[in-house]
């Protein structure tokens, strides 16, 4: 399901596994070979549709000092995101029984949760929350600041449970709205900006940017428009109030293109060339692309398909894409491949 790195120990990637039968998984792995360090957590008594499971997972800024992580699964058709502490004894190793719930929010259907957090440069807990599901967001949600689905919210974990940050545009969990099922969004870990692929409903796929100067309450129009084209307007505020994608693509075709799969700047050191270009790709399609975004002119969009093909598996039904610790690349594809990109 996706990939990242702790901040601390630059030798292991965390793999999270959604689900085999109810049950997540964290699990290391040595970056460089692959092969299996630990298996750092399980989490047990999932849900069990499609889009259901393990989601998510983000290490604290803090991680070296007080070992804490954040997880976010579905448990009886609710959201969690939970913090969990690495076990004294052994880093390789979570503490099972140190969970503390520190948000939760009841999933009207099982589709559409989101499911990515990660922490912003200003050191707050980003959540990214679906419309809660079924199509065409039946009951409004994503336009309602009264609901917390459809959003991107921004939480202050300093102290459990958590506390609404000083700034938030609404002064409540609210940072932005309007999203259908923003699927892995990423920060550039150099720029601060942040990136939103939200899937779309039956025509057009999206990818967002916010600049990282942004001060939040962004609207990005979801149920009024899909991309950048009229969904259901009715009752919607003056499009110049909304944020449209910088990057849209149809659904449908040969390839048949169905969900975006959003994915990183690359940071990396192994690929100098590709430095500032945002990878995206497509779940059905399993096309995969890269652009670049300056806030105002998008340039070198460019399929990265076939220069992508590996040697060994194939890269089919992407989840994710993922970071390690010095910002190289990598992809997963649901049926539990990993990728990282290097150059040939
Ligand atoms: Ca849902
Ligand atoms: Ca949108
Ligand atoms: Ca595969």
Same mark, same amino acid.
């Given at each position: 399901?996706?990939?990242?790195?702790?901040?601390?120990?630059?030798?292991?990637?965390?793999?999270?596994?959604?689900?085999?039968?109810?049950?997540?998984?964290?699990?290391?792995?040595?970056?460089?070979?692959?092969?299996?360090?630990?298996?750092?957590?399980?989490?047990?008594?999932?849900?069990?549709?499609?889009?259901?499971?393990?989601?998510?997972?983000?290490?604290?800024?803090?991680?070296?000092?007080?070992?804490?992580?954040?997880?976010?699964?579905?448990?009886?058709?609710?959201?969690?995101?939970?913090?969990?502490?690495?076990?004294?004894?052994?880093?390789?190793?979570?503490?099972?029984?140190?969970?503390?719930?520190?948000?939760?929010?009841?999933?009207?259907?099982?589709?559409?949760?989101?499911?990515?957090?990660?922490?912003?440069?200003?050191?707050?807990?980003?959540?990214?929350?679906?419309?809660?599901?079924?199509?065409?967001?039946?009951?409004?949600?994503?336009?309602?600041?009264?609901?917390?689905?459809?959003?991107?919210?921004?939480?202050?974990?300093?102290?459990?449970?958590?506390?609404?940050?000083?700034?938030?545009?609404?002064? =409540?969990? &609210? !940072? @932005?709205?309007?999203?259908?099922?923003?699927?892995?969004?990423? *920060?550039?870990?150099?720029? /601060?900006? %942040?990136?939103?692929?939200?899937?779309?409903?039956?025509?057009?796929?999206?990818?967002?940017?916010?600049?990282?100067?942004?001060?939040?309450?962004?609207?990005?129009?979801?149920?009024?428009?899909?991309?950048?084209?009229?969904?259901?307007?009715?009752?919607?505020?003056?499009?110049?109030?909304?944020?449209?994608?910088?990057?849209?693509?149809?659904?449908?075709?040969?390839?048949?293109?169905?969900?975006?799969?959003?994915?990183?700047?690359?940071?990396?050191?192994?690929?100098?060339?590709?430095?500032?270009?945002?990878?995206?790709?497509?779940?059905?399609? =399993?096309? &995969? !692309? @890269?652009?670049?975004?300056?806030?105002?002119?998008?340039?070198? *969009?460019?399929?990265?398909? /076939?220069? %992508?093909?590996?040697?060994?598996?194939?890269?089919?039904?992407?989840?994710?894409?993922?970071?390690?610790?010095?910002?190289?690349?990598?992809?997963?594809?649901?049926?539990?491949?990993?990728?990282?990109?290097?150059?040939?």
């Amino acid at each position: 399901m996706y990939v990242t790195h702790d901040g601390v120990n630059s030798d292991w990637i965390y793999v999270v596994e959604q689900r085999s039968s109810s049950t997540g998984r964290v699990k290391i792995l040595d970056r460089t070979s692959g092969a299996l360090v630990s298996t750092f957590l399980s989490i047990s008594g999932l849900n069990t549709g499609s889009e259901q499971g393990l989601l998510g997972l983000a290490f604290d800024p803090d991680y070296a000092n007080n070992g804490y992580f954040f997880v976010n699964y579905t448990q009886n058709s609710r959201t969690f995101v939970t913090r969990y502490q690495r076990s004294n004894l052994n880093p390789q190793l979570a503490d099972p029984g140190s969970a503390q719930v520190v948000f939760s929010i009841s999933q009207p259907f099982s589709n559409h949760n989101g499911g990515w957090i990660a922490f912003g440069p200003d050191g707050y807990l980003y959540i990214a929350m679906g419309d809660g599901g079924s199509a065409g967001d039946p009951a409004n949600r994503a336009q309602n600041l009264n609901d917390l689905l459809g959003k991107m919210l921004r939480i202050d974990v300093g102290s459990l449970p958590y506390s609404i940050p000083v700034g938030n545009p609404f002064g =409540d969990e &609210i !940072w @932005s709205y309007g999203l259908r099922n923003p699927w892995r969004p990423s *920060f550039d870990r150099s720029s /601060g900006d %942040l990136w939103i692929a939200d899937v779309g409903q039956n025509s057009w796929e999206e990818v967002n940017f916010q600049p990282a100067s942004s001060s939040g309450g962004t609207n990005w129009g979801w149920r009024c428009y899909e991309g950048n084209n009229p969904f259901n307007t009715s009752g919607c505020p003056s499009p110049s109030t909304l944020e449209f994608p910088i990057w849209e693509y149809s659904r449908g075709g040969s390839p048949f293109r169905c969900s975006v799969t959003g994915g990183y700047v690359y940071r990396g050191s192994a690929i100098p060339s590709l430095d500032g270009t945002y990878f995206f790709a497509d779940y059905c399609s =399993d096309q &995969i !692309w @890269s652009l670049k975004y300056d806030g105002t002119t998008l340039s070198e *969009f460019t399929e990265r398909t /076939g220069e %992508l093909a590996p040697t060994v598996g194939s890269i089919d039904s992407i989840s994710s894409f993922g970071e390690d610790y010095f910002g190289e690349l990598y992809i997963c594809d649901i049926g539990g491949e990993i990728y990282r990109v290097i150059s040939n």
